[in-house]
Each structure stands twice: as C-alpha cells, then as structure tokens.
T-cell receptor
Framework: DAGITQSPRHKVTETGTPVTLRCHQT?????MYWYRQDPGHGLRLIHY???????DKGEVSDGYSVSRSKTEDFLLTLESATSSQTSVYFCAIASVSGGTASTDTQYFGPGTRLTVL | AQSVSQHNHHVILSEAASLELGCNYS??????LFWYVQYPGQHLQLLLKYFSGDPLVKGIKGFEAEFIKSKFSFNLRKPSVQWSDTAEYFCAVNPSLGSQGNLIFGKGTKLSVKP
C-alpha cells in the first residue's frame, strides 16, 4: 500500500458537466500520474506531475486538465464530460530513489470508475 | 513511437499448468521493465521489475520474468498456476533516459485458470 487514495470511487454524470477526480497521497512522493484504463487499450497516460505546479501532458490529454497545488493532491478535471471519457481512472505515484523518476517504480491507487451518460 | 505488445489477449489454463505470457517492446535504448497484475475489481499491483543486472527476475507469488535484450522481450513465467492467479497481467516499459518515469503499457493479457 503506497498511501494513495482516490475520490470519488464511483461517479455517474451527464454529458457536458464538469467532473473533478482527486488523488491524494500521504508519503510525499514527487511524481504523480493519471491514467485511464479501457478494455483492449491497457492503461494510457493522461497527465503527470513532477512537482507542485509542474505538470505535463501524456498520450491522451485532450479533454482533460490537471492541477497540483500541494504535494499530496493531484486533481484531474474533465471540463465538459463526454461519453468517450467513460472509463476507470487510476492515479499512480513514483518515489525517486535513483535521482529520476525513470529509476523507480509506480504504485497505483484503487481507481475511480466514471460513467458519463 | 514506443510501444509494448502483449500477443496473447486471453489465456485459459488448468491449475498446475505452466504459464508464459509474452511481452515485446519497441525501444532501442535502455529500458526499465515491469509486470503488473490486476485481480478482478482491484487496482494494479507490481509483480516484478527489471532495472539492471541479472536478466532473470523473480517476483512475488512465484512469478519470474526473463529480459532478453536481443529480442526486446520480457516474458512472464510461472511453473504451476493456481486458480487464484486468475487476473489480468500488464507488461510496462519505461525508457530510462530522458523520461519522467512515464510508463508505456501493453494492452494486457487475461489469464483464466480453471480449477
């Protein structure tokens, strides 16, 4: 257990509404990631953060924004949810033991199942 | 673009059978390699990882994987599966240079073990 919680765990919303998912960690890890998981696609990176207020885009960032105002929280926002954003969203953290995130392991949160009607 | 291929979409085995799940990646430089497991309804858990050294890596629950650099492969093995190994298995690659740790995942292999 890497001390990661995600909220909400389940959410049903309607097309066009804004949605914010929260990832919270308790162990002061520098790197945080948001992935989405869809059948037949594995996990795909949406956005990641390498420090407070430092974020960057991943493979499938269109329609999503993120914010990280504190080390422990990484928020994912769907500005106007669409049915194609129905998915399971996983947050991950990486502690940096070797100096860069590429030399450590990512640990995943429990996930948020989002349904957009 | 970098990619990870898991050629088996769904594998069905009987208990005590041996398991080998294939994983190939397309990246010419140094990589870090991972296998994750996702039990039904749960989050991803790390099975094992390879960063450097002995290419035969042992993980939890009796799993092991072998890194063959010349084949760009990192296949997962277990000599005797159990019903409790029923899960989805994901291979992931992290290019170790110039990376912010972003993982590239394969599409996953579902393993069903019949009791």
């Amino acid at each position: 257990d890497a001390g990661i919680t995600q909220s909400p765990r389940h959410k049903v919303t309607e097309t066009g509404t804004p949605v914010t998912l929260r990832c919270h960690q308790t162990e002061n890890h520098r790197y945080m990631y948001w992935y989405r998981q869809d059948p037949g696609h594995g996990l795909r990176l949406i956005h990641y953060s390498y420090g407070v207020k430092d974020t960057d885009k991943g493979e499938v960032s269109d329609g999503y924004s993120v914010s990280r105002s504190k080390t422990e929280d990484f928020l994912l926002t769907l500005e106007s949810a669409t049915s194609s954003q129905t998915s399971v969203y996983f947050c991950a953290i990486a502690s940096v033991s070797g100096g860069t995130a590429s030399t450590d392991t990512q640990y995943f949160g429990p996930g948020t199942r989002l349904t957009v009607l | 673009a970098q990619s990870v291929s898991q050629h088996n979409h769904h594998v069905i085995l009987s208990e005590a059978a041996s398991l080998e799940l294939g994983c190939n990646y397309s990246y010419g430089g140094t990589v870090n390699l991972f296998w994750y497991v996702q039990y039904p309804g749960q989050h991803l858990q790390l099975l094992l990882k390879y960063f450097s050294g002995d290419p035969l890596v042992k993980g939890i629950k009796g799993f092991e994987a072998e890194f063959i650099k010349s084949k760009f492969s990192f296949n997962l093995r277990k000599p005797s599966v159990q019903w409790s190994d029923t899960a989805e298995y994901f291979c992931a690659v992290n290019p170790s240079l110039g990376s912010q740790g972003n993982l590239i995942f394969g599409k996953g292999t579902k393993l069903s073990v019949k009791p």
